[in-house]
């Protein structure tokens, strides 16, 4: 299993018609962001005092992220995307 650095998060991309709380996304909005499952996460980034900052999202988190952020990657025959913690717009709660 992939351990990303920092603040980066790695994905699993859901393929599938995409719905925030219910409501079923425009095609156009679809072009623009997709719906993730949290697979792993960094330990977070520090501050200029030194200080760790935690990631806003856990394993197992569903989050909606910008189409076309991060770098997709291969580990055995599962694909996922790994992005920075600021590719992230919302967290998706049911």
């Known amino acids: 299993m992939l351990k990303p650095l920092g603040d980066r998060v790695v994905l699993k ?6 719905t925030v709380g ?4 425009a095609g156009s909005a679809q072009e623009k962001t ?3 499952k949290v697979v ?9 005092s030194g200080e ?3 990631p806003s999202v856990k394993v197992g988190d569903q989050v ?3 189409a076309h952020a991060g770098i997709e990657v291969e580990d055995g025959d599962e694909k996922y995307v790994i992005v920075g913690e600021a590719n992230i717009l919302a967290i998706v709660e049911e």
């Open 13 to 18: 991309i859901e393929e599938k018609e995409q």
């Open 22 to 25: 219910g409501f079923v996304l």
């Open 34 to 36: 997709k719906t993730a």
């Open 40 to 48: 792993a996460i960094g330990q977070g980034v520090r501050t200029l």
């Open 52 to 54: 760790l900052v935690a």
């Open 64 to 66: 909606l992220v910008e």
